[in-house]
């Protein structure tokens, strides 16, 4: 069973504009999330986090939204730049994760068109 | 910044070969995984460690296994190579602390069985 869901396999934007990439998780118990940016043939890069304690997380053109009740987080872009184009994975970990294990989504593809 | 360096960036076996993948990290961290990322499957976790000769089995650990004889470096090994093992092979690290934190990537491993 997934436990964390990313339903769209891609997204293509235009430079400039908002791109927002969805995520849903089925754990309850799930208190960590984070979203990490993968070119092809490289290793995923860490973006961004948000803690079950927030509902906001922002970094500069990147936001994290949480939203605990509908099990739902979403990554905003803005605004989209052509180096943005990469896979995105969401990724979440449990409650006291101390060792961070983390259980990530199938993945997006972003592509944003110049 | 974190360095997970894989030892390998290419390789190629042949079936039923033992074969083994290195990765070395540089922030003492206590925390070591070992992925694989497939079209359309996304990062599935085959073992982590949280400290030196610990290992956890992670969601598809059939066929592999792995070692931990020193903090900074944690090898996996395909005790005999299939064809179904032909995949990319993502090493990460993390800090084991009181709260969770991001995992680090190398580059990858890219490994054809033939």
């Known amino acids: 069973d997934q436990q964390v869901k990313q339903n769209s396999p891609s997204l293509s934007v235009q430079e400039g504009r908002i791109s927002i990439l969805n995520c849903d998780y089925t754990n309850s118990m799930f208190d960590y999330f984070l979203w990490y940016k993968k070119y092809p043939a490289e290793g995923p890069t860490f973006l961004i986090s948000i803690s079950s304690i927030k509902d906001k997380n922002e970094d500069g053109r990147f936001t994290v939204f949480l939203n605990k009740s509908a099990k739902h987080l979403s990554l905003h872009i803005v605004p989209s730049q052509p180096g943005d184009s990469a896979v995105y994975f969401c990724a979440a970990s449990e409650i006291g994760g101390a060792n961070s294990k983390l259980t990530f989504g199938k993945g997006i593809t972003l592509s944003v068109r110049p | 910044d974190v360095k997970v360096t894989q030892s390998s960036r290419y390789l190629v076996k042949r079936t039923g070969e033992k074969v083994f993948l290195e990765c070395v990290q540089d922030?003492?961290?206590?925390?070591m995984f070992w992925y694989r990322q497939d079209p359309g499957l996304g990062l599935r976790l085959i073992y982590f460690s949280y400290d030196v000769k610990m290992k956890e089995k992670g969601d598809i650990p059939e066929g592999y296994s792995v070692s931990r004889e020193k903090k900074e470096r944690f090898s996996l090994i395909l005790e005999s190579a299939s064809t179904n093992q032909t995949s990319m092979y993502l090493c990460?690290?993390?800090?084991?602390?009181?709260?969770?934190?991001?995992?680090?990537f190398g580059d990858g491993t890219r490994l054809s069985i033939l």
């Open positions: 990460a690290s993390s800090a084991f602390t009181q709260s969770n934190q991001p995992q680090h």
């Open positions: 922030m003492d961290h206590e925390n």
